[in-house]
């Protein structure tokens, strides 16, 4: 997961993130300073995150460079960003990648790893990706979106 924990901290994002954060397989990644670990923790906590493992983009490394060895060492099976370049250079390193459509991300889309959605649209997007034994609330915040059986 690549995009800001504050970014996320939405209850759309929350429901479609709660069933990977139930089973163990969330881990955000930051470049927010690790001097304010402590309080992002405290953030993604009270959001209902609490646990989840956080990396931080190390003090002067470039944020792409940085996402890089994170997902090197954490091996996810898909990574959501919010910012195009940093997308387009995880995905080209060969991580599937979903990049939220932000209005400061103009450009076309040149890696087949990588999807570009609207914000409002991660819960169903991250459905097409999850286990058909979701919770009632997630189910609920589907709205009848096609989940795979």
């Known amino acids: 997961m690549g995009a ?22 969330l881990a955000l990644m ?23 493992p956080l990396h931080h983009v190390g003090l002067g490394e470039h944020a792409a460079y940085g996402k890089r060895r994170i997902v090197r060492a954490v091996r996810p099976e898909l990574t959501i960003e919010d910012d195009l370049w940093i997308a387009e250079f995880l995905a080209r390193s060969g ?14 889309i040149r890696s087949i790893n990588l999807m570009r959605f609207a914000r409002g649209d991660l819960i169903r997007v991250l459905a097409l990706r999850l286990p058909p ?17």
Do not use: F, W
């Open 4 to 25: 800001r924990p504050e970014r996320l901290i939405d209850p759309s994002a929350l429901a479609a993130l709660r069933p990977y954060h139930r089973d163990g397989r």
């Open 30 to 52: 930051t470049e927010r300073p690790p001097e304010l670990r402590m309080i992002t923790l405290r953030r993604l906590a009270a959001a209902g995150l609490d646990g989840v």
């Open 95 to 108: 991580y599937e990648t979903l990049l939220v459509d932000e209005r400061y991300n103009q450009g076309a």
């Open 133 to 149: 034994d979701l919770d009632q609330e997630t189910e609920e915040l589907l709205g009848g979106a096609a989940v795979p059986a």
